[in-house]
Each structure stands twice: as C-alpha cells, then as structure tokens.
C-alpha cells in the first residue's frame, strides 16, 4: 500500500435489481446483486475483486462510479458523498472516475472513429480548443502502444488486443484519479495479457492512478493488486494485502479459489490438494438465510443456517466473514 489517503470509501453499499411483471410491470421481487458492502481504496493502490461469476464484482464496480444507481449505502470520493448528486451534481466528479471495460469490441461505437472515441469525453467536458484535443489524443494513442494513425481508422479495422487499448486511451482522455478496470484482460489472448497488464501498471505510475481491479485470473490479480478482497453472492468475505491472502487464505471459499490457480509443473499438480466446491452458486433472486456459502462448505454449522457472519478483522489488516473465527 502506498499512503493512507483513502481516494474511495464505499460504505454498506447495496444494489438489488428489480423483477418487473404484468401490464404495469409492478415490482415482484428483487436480484440481491451486492448486498453490504464496505471497503476501502486508498489512493494510489490497486484493490483487486476476485471471485465467481454472478457474485456481484462487476455490479460493484459500475455502482460505485454511479453507472447503476444504488438501492441504499454510500458512495464517498475523496471525502464527498457523490451517492444521490444528481446528473448535472455529478459532473465535475465523472472526470475524476472512468472504467475500462470488459469486452473491447462491444464497448466501443463502431460508427465513431478511433480518434471520434477518444476525444468524446474531452467534447463533453469541454476540455481545451479543438487543436488541442487533436493533439490530446494523437498523444493517448502513443502511449497505449498504438500509432497516432490510427485515429482515422475505425474499430473493425483492429485486434482485440488494439481495441482494448483504444478502451484504455478513451478512460485516460480526462486524467481521472480513479479508474475500474472490469476484467480488461478476460478477453484477450493470453500472449496480450501481460502486455495490458503491464502497461496498465506503467500507466498507474505515470499518472498516479487508483485502480479497482476485477478479474477471474487469480495469478494476474496477485500480481498487479496491492490488496485483494474476495466476493461470494453479493457480499465480501475476505480482504487483505494480496501476498497475505495468496499464502495465508483465511475463508473457505478463498481457500477452493486458490486451490483451482493451475500449476505449471504436472509433478506439483499431481500431488496438490484440490478442494472442490459441490453444488452451483445460489441464486441471488434468493440466496441463503444466514452465511450465504453455508451450502457449499464443509465446514458449515448450525449457527450458519440462522446468522450472517460479521465481516471482522481477524488479523491485523486481514477481514474475513466466517463463523470460524467468532
């Protein structure tokens, strides 16, 4: 971690989704996509977001930038609460926060060149003279690895790889402070992904970057975060410095993730032990009463069926939610 100035502070932030039906489309129930979540950023690092898919990384990351709007908590952006600013209240702050998205060939407007795209938000905000946003994004293109050619051209004309780069230079257009990297690599081919990854970091120490980071590729987290959290259906139920939690998981579930990171050498692989989850995720139209992992841990008690167990630091800087350790 680099500092204690905490840049993002998210506090029992919730977003359930309503079901709709009938003619007047009235609200019959409700997708509990994160439910109590809390956690900190501080600026400068990178918090990775880790788990399965449909446990709610990618929810959090669009509510906490406003993309969704919050059911209930509170969103806080270097000590203001942008959680209920409206639209217009909003935009100074949307310069500040950006997001690199997870699938480069749906998130880019394949009617608008390269360039068109990068400098749509300099448009918005009205950031400088049209010269100077030519030059803003001739300069972006530069530094994500492309040639400033290129903005002429448009995105069918590149690679995933390339796309995903152009994504990269769109979120950099308004040097935001903060920026939520969803799965940006889940994508690409494995030659790319390390090539992204990298530059990604380059980019973090060049403009001083904080990054939320959400990815399925448990290697590639430990490597770029400086802390990691784990999610299971909507909630958090591990956080901690990212080599703290790769070498001394303290969750059930955490301990399955790290078990399945594939190993290179088939002798080590033949005599690891694999723990492995029964069972599918639950759905959160109606998750468990009290722990919401209880039906897939071996560990499970009777006090997990009736309590939620209280997310609390069980060592120093290390958070866990599990019934263990009460």
């Known amino acids: 971690m680099k500092n204690n100035d905490v840049l993002v502070r998210i506090e029992n932030l919730v977003k359930y989704f309503p079901i709709r039906k009938g003619f ?15 956690f900190t950023i501080h600026r400068g690092e990178t918090l990775g977001l880790v788990g399965e898919s449909g446990c709610g990384k990618t929810t959090v990351g669009r509510t906490v930038i406003r993309l969704y709007e919050p059911t209930s908590g509170k969103i806080i952006l270097d000590g203001e609460d942008i959680t209920n600013l409206s639209t217009s209240q909003l935009m100074p702050y949307r310069k500040r926060m950006q997001m690199i998205f997870q699938d480069p060939y ?37 530094e994500v690895g492309l040639n400033p050619d290129h ?34 690599i889940s994508a690409l081919d494995v030659s790319i992904q ?31 975060s400086d802390r990691t959290g784990v999610m299971y259906l909507g909630k958090f139920v591990e956080l901690a410095e990212s080599d703290e939690i790769y070498l001394h998981p303290q969750h059930p579930y955490t301990k399955a993730l790290l078990s399945s990171i594939p190993v290179p050498d088939p002798k080590t692989s033949r005599t690891m032990k694999r723990i492995m989850l029964e069972g599918d995720v639950p759905s959160p139209l109606n998750p468990p009463s009290g722990c919401r992992f209880r039906t897939r841990c071996q560990y499970a008690m009777d006090i997990c069926t009736v309590e939620d167990p209280e997310f609390k630091e069980v060592q120093p800087g290390h958070w866990c939610a599990c019934h263990l350790y009460d």
Do not use: W
């Open 151 to 184: 903005a002429s051209r448009y995105p069918h004309e590149f690679s995933g790889g390339q796309r995903q780069r152009i994504g990269i230079a769109r979120s950099l257009a308004v040097e935001p402070e903060f920026i939520v990297c969803d799965e940006p």
């Open 24 to 38: 007047i489309k009235k609200s019959v129930d409700y997708v509990k996509a994160v439910d109590d979540v809390s």
């Open 194 to 224: 390390a090539q992204v990854v990298n530059m990604l970091e380059d980019l973090q120490e060049s403009y001083g970057l904080t990054y939320l980071f959400i990815a399925h590729d448990l290697s590639m987290v430990r490597h770029i």
């Open 106 to 142: 749906a998130s880019l407007n394949p009617r608008l060149t390269v360039g068109d795209i990068v400098k749509e938000a300099l448009d918005i905000h009205e950031i400088g003279t049209p010269a100077m946003r030519e030059e803003k994004v001739h300069q972006l293109l530069d």
